[in-house]
């Protein structure tokens, strides 16, 4: 029997990874406060949707709803959004922060593989770096394509293959030979999961057109406190930085924030737009 990898591991991410906006407000806070692209990537994603008023919209993988909260005067009227995850925690964090904000929001907790919503519900669904967890992706998209309208568009967005490279290689130079493979083994079945590289592949079994839409940034980091809690926050990042990994990763983030006035960290992120 085929071994779930932790990233697709559905009791851990809900239980554990995503249990609530903890881990995500860790990664969160490092792109926000040292990205070189300060128009920012919720809002870069909400233009590439192009709503029109009236439009029904599906999120899969919602977490806190941060695609929606800073955002919500530039939703075009009468726009009908469905937010959902399969964590409980993530669900109840995005009702708080929208049920009362005017818009149309509703809120369920749905699993991406199996949806209940009936067939054509949706004019735009849309997965914001959550494919890559799914462990049977066929039925996933299988799924979407079937609450879609027949004219309906999907947005998935994710990762390339080189998304925070630097942070592997830093690893290298801290940790032992066996941790070091063990990060690089969970990195690259994130990226062969559902990547920039492989997506339009992925996509193009259930689309007849596939589009992908880079987005430029980079980190240029200048403190080692949030680069750390980045570290921490990621899969399996908090068992491996025990007190001494900190102190000695702390130490060697800032000489290098020294030497050089910033730790330059390489991001790759984009979507894809599928739709018949
Ligand atoms: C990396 S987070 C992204 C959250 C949000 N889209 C964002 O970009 O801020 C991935 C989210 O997908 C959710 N998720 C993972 N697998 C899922 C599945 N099979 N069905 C629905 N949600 C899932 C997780 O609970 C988590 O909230």
Known sequence: MRKISLNQDAEYLKNEQYQDSGNLNARAELHRRFSSNKSGWHPWVLQQMALSPNCRVLECGCGPGWLWRDQLDKLPAGCDITLTDFSPGMVAEAENALSSTGPNFHFETADIQSLRFADNSFDVVVANHMLYHVPDRSRALAEVRRVLRPDGRFIAAT????????????????????????????????????????????????????????????????????????AASTMGGAEILNAELTALAEGWIESEIQRKGAVHITKSSGLFIAQD
């Open 159 to 230: 990762n390339g293959r080189d998304h925070m490279r630097e942070l592997g290689e830093f690893s290298r130079i801290l940790l032992s030979e066996k941790e070091g493979q063990s990060l690089a083994r969970r990195r690259e079945q994130v990226s062969s999961a559902f990547s920039l590289e492989n997506g339009q592949g992925r996509l193009a079994a259930y689309f007849k057109r596939v589009s992908l839409h880079l987005y430029e940034d980079s980190l240029e980091v200048t403190e080692a406190a949030p680069l750390l809690a980045y």
